[in-house]
């Protein structure tokens, strides 16, 4: 159980373009989900709070214009990448904490590798 | 905020030998400290976790310790395989009542060698 999907795993975008992730929880329902980025070598980043049904909380310095977030089901969050530029190339890890239940456990996504050209 | 630091950022074991990995935290609301396993280009795996209620819990091959008191906690590996081999990370979280953040550790690479 706990399985959490990411798709595409995998993006290679021209630059200026917006790049669409999804985020799904498979056999539970997550109210928060977490949108994470991590360079190669690197712990990972939080960049946003992502919440069923309301505005994703942004960490400090991650433009909320640039990585838009949606979280409009209980299973399903979004991150979208607009116009992007090579230096956005990362890859981007969400997780989800089951709720009702688990909530401070989070299960991560398997990546999305995006490369900007 | 929460500042974990984690080390050490590698460690070289034989296979068959343990391997310890030692975090700390320094916020004392911190209540939720798991450990996730990371292999080459996937994402984190939860492989244990424990809460502020309890000094070790242990699942197989792995066990997880807690000092609230030094606010220190460590990861256990006995009989290391070579597919223990990953970055390991260790995080930290406080009780909101919600879904609250995680504070993570560097990372250690651990390298299980035949």
């Known amino acids: 159980g706990a399985v959490v999907s990411q798709h595409p795993s995998r993006v290679i975008c021209k630059s200026g373009t917006s790049v669409k992730i999804e985020c799904r929880s498979l056999d539970f329902q997550a109210t928060t989900m977490f949108w994470y980025r991590q360079f190669p070598k690197q712990s990972l980043m939080l960049m946003a709070t992502?919440?069923?049904?309301?505005?994703?909380?942004?960490e400090q310095g991650v433009e909320k214009d640039k990585f838009l977030i949606n979280h409009a089901s209980l299973t399903l969050s979004t991150l979208t990448v607009t116009s992007a530029h090579p230096e956005d190339s990362s890859f981007y890890i969400c997780?989800?904490?089951?709720?009702?239940?688990?909530?401070?456990?989070?299960?991560f996504g398997p990546g999305t590798r995006l490369l900007v050209l | 905020g929460e500042n974990v630091e984690q080390h050490p950022s590698t460690l070289s074991v034989q296979e068959g030998d343990s391997a310890v990995i030692k975090c700390t935290y320094s916020?004392?609301?911190?209540?939720?400290f798991p450990w996730y396993k990371q292999e080459l280009g996937k994402g984190p795996q939860l492989i244990i976790d424990i809460r502020s209620n309890v000094g070790e819990k242990k699942d197989q091959r792995i066990a997880v310790t807690l000092n609230k008191t030094a606010k220190h906690f460590s990861l256990h590996i006995t009989e290391t395989q070579p597919e223990d081999s990953a970055v390991y990370f260790c995080a930290a979280s406080p009780f909101t009542g919600t879904a609250s953040k995680l504070t993570f550790g560097t990372g250690t690479r651990l390298q299980v060698t035949l």
């Open positions: 916020d004392s609301a911190s209540n939720y």
């Open positions: 992502s919440n069923e049904g309301s505005k994703a909380t942004y």
């Open positions: 997780s989800a904490s089951p709720s009702p239940g688990q909530i401070q456990t989070q299960y």
